[in-house]
Structure formats: structure tokens, C-alpha cells
């Protein structure tokens, strides 16, 4: 547009005022824009997806596997039928889109140490690199990653996605010594000295074990030790019948770990009964799925074996919790069962093993931190993740890697920003209204292809296969756009009301002076205020017509004669064949997405023929959207024809072979 | 509002044939309600006018910008300096009018005023006045003879009535529905007033609005 004096707010995403939250993304502790990267993958745009997830999260490949996903718990389509798969979907922008190469900040001349290369050191690294900082990871391991290589096994996280956001971060500039142990190798004062900072991220790597009889065979061991076995990928003989001892989702990993290593008959014992259990519901259940058998409310009462293990001793635990939530469990002695074993695993909890790194620590042996800043008490050295914390999930050991580069950020430079975002409060959108709810379709989630159970337990094999690229995009349409919808850009506003009038939800209202303004629970981001407003007045997250514009350019930039722009249906299950030796493809949410101007840009620019493709009934995301749709389609043609046209603009719904024949 | 409706594009382009460089200029008042001045419309008429004129083989730059009202000289203004040979207004009448006497340069009408109108509802507007000057719907219970009635008489219905229907037969006649209204009102002694014939001068005399000097209409 030729400029005139007055400027519009043209702001988008976190430059808004308020920070108004979907839920999936208040729920998880990085925040990450979910509604946001779901948008891009909607319309088949992995790598923007991907940097999205990047912005908060330097892990989406390990995430995208094995996160916890408290966001999916947060989903607002829950209440329709269920969540959208959110982490199914981030691993498919790690899966498909290009890790960013450009490196952001100017080089930096402090230097700071990080202490262990799990989820929390690894976040911190990405982090104070891409500040400038020099990093620098220690790691007493051969390889990075901490427990998400040595403790999640294989067949839920594979050492190339790992490797996937490891080299990632690593070209970011941060440097790495491994097999460096601190404490023995170098200790903590050396590079206290050497260092601006040392922040020791350096996990739980010592396994709890219980003070029973017979706890000390040698075919009683620990769960850290077989995890990493497992993942320096030893063949560990564990005989045919394994009792796990825990009620975690790690007790899970090792009792399935124990099916890969060939055990026939795997038992979990746990103090818990089923709804305490501490473990994942869908862990415990893909566990059951694979043939093992979980015991509720049993205690360990002593490993049985003379000289070598032949079974566990339990009995019947009657509550594991004071009426104070403290951990006091009560046994009823009288009920005794055994379970019979060759190995029993123990796997009931995690403790830090930072003896030798001199630091003070509690009465339970964690570093002495101040929450906010997680400083200890010796100079320029910092703690944070599950050392600190103790088990958490690793988007919670993500979020503490965040806060401790934002601390050291903000002790060597003075910019507290980074620090002053992590504690900004959030509102959080509310449920769906049923002015929306009615009108919205049951669309089950897509479930992702998984390996057989025989297959699976049959080696380390990833078992989760990743969706197509077309899947992760179907599956992606599931999502309510919550917070992504229509915002009124003010100075642009004619007051016209057609977004009122072309809202199926009623989102839109008239405040007192004549403003529109939309209510974002009642707004599924379909774009139809935003595509017939007059005045393009209304802002929609991921769309405008200038990021249209560029989209179009891209496609077009090499064309040759005869080339034609189909604009995909990112709905549709299947698109027909276009006919014809240079068909370029631009999926979209909607054809609502797609303006009149945007059909004759594409033709301006070379397109011989344009194509809307897949607007069909049957997987129609927005129904009540589909008569504006058509109305385009038709006022599009009658523009055509008006300067002899007609032919170049074709609609195929499905592939109709008469539809096709235009072309 | 004033309603106002895009010219064919084969008219556009006649007017715009011998010039260079082109600005289509966009008014976010009426024309954008009647969703015919919006800056959608402006982008969307510019790609329009870039597509037909190179499949030509015309070289027209065409430009787009929006002006809060046309019809202010202070927005007017606002417009910045583009080497600009020509301006093609998506205003009403008032604004293609102003722009030329602002501007050294042709402007061109882009749309048709049509009326006064009301919103039926989305993308419909209903001709509800004239701008005759002499304002009788006081009389007719709200409902425009001058301009409801395709002759614009001012005591009906004449002869062409059928069944309630005007004589060109693609509306309701507009003095059936006075009558009625004035009836469901209970103003019905308003039927068998004869009102006087229309004073044309009260439109075709005015020539301006100065409010600035009371007791005096020009």
C-alpha cells in the first residue's frame, strides 16, 4: 500500500498487550506457543513450526518423544472428545522442518561452565549461547544428554533424536568436553575460577535402594545401572523372570527395558495401589500392553535367594501416605506373597551424587539454592534442574535450565528482562462456550502408528513410528485456534460489523462507542471476520495477506509456462491428482485464507491456472464457513470473466474427473 | 450511510488507459461499510487492474492507499507525494469531488454513489433517502416516498398499484406500505393529508452548509 501520514498497530503475537494464554500453553512450564506452531504444521509449515517450539524449547525432537505433556491435560478440546496430540505433532516439525542455522547475538566475552548435559544443562547452554556467552558443558559421560541417553531407553527416545536437538545446540557455539567428571577429573573451584559462572545441572545419578534382606545378591540391582546398559545397548542377562520394584514411569522403562533383554515374565511391584501410582497412565498401560504385570499395594519385605536371587518377598501395604500427604506407608504383615524372580530391579527413586563437587547441601543432600535466582552459596556457581528439585518431568528440568540462564544473564550483564519474563503472570483462556461447542464436529485424535507388540518387544526399536507429514497436518486441524484468533487492529476500523454478521460463534461485539471487540473463548480462529473484513482491520494469528503475499512469491519465484497454484484444503484426507508437468502446492487452514486478491496476484505473477482444491463437505473444519467460501469462489470467477479469464480459475472439490477436465 | 457500488472494470480501465502511473485511493467511512472503498477493496481492485492491463500489454503502475473520509481536506492532506498521475477514487461522490479540487491531477470515479441507505443485513442496504432537503417522513411514517417511490410522488398510490406491488413489479409500492404503517401507528388522519407538490429547489439550489453563520441558509 502507498503510505499515507497515519501508521498503523500492526503489532502480532507476544507484542500484544496482554499475554492471554490458551491453556496448553499456560500448562506447560516453558510456555510454548502451541496454538502457534499447531498452526504452521495445519498448514504443512514444519520448519516455522519448528522455530516456534525452538523459541522456548531447545529439546523439540526429545520432547516431541517423551515430554509428560501437561499441555495436552490443558486442551480445550478435551471436553468435545480429545485432546489434539501435541507432542505427536511437535515431533513431526522436529521430524520434518530444518533446524535454524543463523546464529543470533554478537559473541560475548564471559564465559560460563555447565556441570551435566541433561534437559536442564543442555536448555541453560542453548540458552546463555544464544545470549553470546561462551559455554562450555562438562559431561563424566562418553556422550550428552544425561538420563535422556543413559535412562530412557531406545525404543521411547533413539539416540538420533537425540542427536537431532543435541547438534542443534551445539551449533549454537556451545563447546563440550565429555568423560570430564567435576569433582575428580577438574574440580568445581577450578572452573569457579576459570569461569564468569558454573551451573551445575547435574541430574540424579545415584539410584535409591532398599535396606532389606537380601538386597545385596548380585542379581538385585538398580535401575540406573540397567538403563544405561541398556543404552550403551549391553546385552544384560537378567534370566527369564524380572521383578521391578517401583511405581514410577521409571519402574516402567525398566520393566519394559527387561522384556527387550529377553525377560518372558516381568512384574512390577509397587507400594501404591493403581490410583497413586506416581507412573503416567499411558506408560503404565503401553507397559501392560507389552506383557507386563503391574502389583498393587505390595511392599518389599526382602529379595529371597541363598547366594543367588530366586524371588521378592512382599506385603499387603494398606496406605502410603499420613493424613498429612507425608510418605509413612502402613503394611499389613499377616498378607505375604512372593514374586517369584531371577533379577530384581529396583527402581524406586533417584538421589543426587554431587558429593565430591563441595557444594553445601540440605539434610537430604541438595545444593542450598535461592529459588528465584537458584545461586548457591559459593560465588559465580548456580544449581538448577532435578539436582535441586528432585524427579521432575523434563519440560520442568527445561523451564529450570530457562531460569538459570536467565539468572547468570542477568548477574554478568544487568539485563534482568530475560528473568522478568519467566515471572510474568499469565491469564489463561477460559472453556468453550456452547455458542461455539454446538457447532463444532466430533474429530477423534489420529492415532500414530506404532510397532506391533511381538515386534516390539523384540529389540530397542523405536516403538512410536511419528505421523506423515500429512497426518501431523490433519491432526493439527484438530486445534481450536484458541488465542490465535481474530484481534482488532482499532486504527483501521471502519465499524462496519460484517465481522459480526459473517461469525458463527458471536465472538464479535459492539462496545460502548461503536468499537468492535471478540471474545476470545468464543473464537476458533476460523478467519472469516478477518477475510471479509473491508477495512483488513482484523488480525489473525499466522495469516495476513502479506505473509499470503510471500507465500505465493515463493511458489512462483522459478515458474515456468504452464504452471499452475493449487491452494490446498489443509482438511481434505486426500488431494486428487492435478494434471499437468508443474503443479506447485500451497496448503492452507481454509480456503477462507485465500482472498480474491491472492487468486489474481498468483495469475499476476505468472500462474497459468489457479486451483482450489479439497473444500469438501465431509472434512470441512469450519461448515459454517463453507457458504463464504463458496460465495469467493464464485465472486472470483465473476471477476475473471469480466477481463476474459474465466478458464484460469478452477474448483475441485474431490477428484471429480469433469472438475478436472477444465484444466 | 452512503451506499456506493465498484464500476465495471472494462469503465476503469477506459478512464485510466492513457495514464502511467495510478493511485486507487480507498475512503475507510462509507465506502469501506459498503464494502467497495475498504483497503481490501483497494488492494484487491489494484491486482485486478495490474492483471488486465498486462495481459494488454499496457505498462499502468497502480498504487493503493486508504483515506479516513475523502470527503475531509485535512485527511486529504495526509497523502504523501508518489509521482501519481492520476487518482481513482473508491469515495462517493463528495470525496471524488474534494479530491480534485485539492489535487492537480485527474481523479476518477472507481464507483457509483447509489444512495442513503440502511444495512439489511451482511452486504445488503436498503435506499432509504435521497438527500432532498425538504424532509417529510414525519408524514409517512418513516417510509421515503422520494425514494422508495420510483416517481417520487407525493400523494399515492397512483394507478400502477397491483395488489400492493409497484407497476415495474420488483417492489412493494411504497405508498401501500405508508398507508399501512401510518394505520398499525393509529396515525391514520395521516392518509387523507394532501401534501404539497415537492419544492425541487431545496436540493437543486443548495450550495453549501455554513454553519458558522446561524440564521442564514445558503
Redesign the interface.
Known sequence: ??????THDTRTGDERESRLFAPCRAACPVHIDVPGYLTAVAEGRFTDALEIVLERNPLPSVCGRVCLRPCEEGCRRCLLDDPVAVAHIKRAAADFGSYPTQQKARPRPETVAVVGSGPAGLTASADLAELGFQVTIYEQKPELGGMLRYGIPDYRLPDYALDRDIDYILSRGVEAVTDARVGADITLDELADANDAVLVTAGLQASRSLPIEGADLPEAIMALPFLEACARGEDVEVGKRVVVVGGGNVAMDVARAARRQGAEQVHVVCLEDEEEMPASDFEVEEARQEGVHVHCSWGPAQVVGDGTVCGLEAVRCTSVFDHEKRFAPKFDESVVQEFEADTVIFAIGQAPDIGDLGLECTERGVPEVDPTTLRTGTDKVYAAGDVVSGPTMIIDAIAAGHRAAASIARDLTGDGRMLADLDEENAVLGEVPETMSSKLETRRRLQMERLEIWEAVGSFDEVELGYTEYEAAREAQRCLGCTTGARLVKE?C?????GM??CPHGAPHIKVGGYVYFDAEACNACGACASE????AIAIEGYS?EEMSRRIERQLVHHGMGTTLVFACGSAPVLPEIPGDDVRLLTTTCHLRV???AV??A??EGASHVVFAGCVEATCRFPYARPIVTKRMKQIQA?LA????EDSFVVIGGADEEELAHL | MIVVRQK???DILEMVARHKRV?ILGC??CS??A??????????LA??L???T??KGASIEF??????RQCEPEFIE???E?GFDAFLSLGCGAGVALLSEKEDIPVYPGIDTLFIGA?K???NWQAECSACGECVLGETAGICPVTRCPKGIMNGPCGGVSDGQCELGDRDCAWVQIHERLEELGQDECITETHEPRDHSTKTLVREWDMSEPGERK
Open positions: 500500500m502507498h503510505s499515507t501520514r497515519t483501521k471502519a465499524a462496519c460489523l460484517t454478521r459473517v473484513c473491508p477495512a483488513q495477506e482472498s480474491e486478491r489474481l496476484e495469475l499476476r471477476t469480466e477481463i476474459g479469464m | 465495471p472494470i472494462d493511485l475507510n467511512t469501506a461499510v464494502l467497495a472503498g475498504g483497503e481490501k477493496e483497494v488492494e484487491t491486482e485486478l495490474r492483471l488486465a498486462s495481459r498504487e493503493g492507499a486508504v483515506l479516513q495526509e497523502l504523501e508518489g444495512s443485513g451482511l452486504a
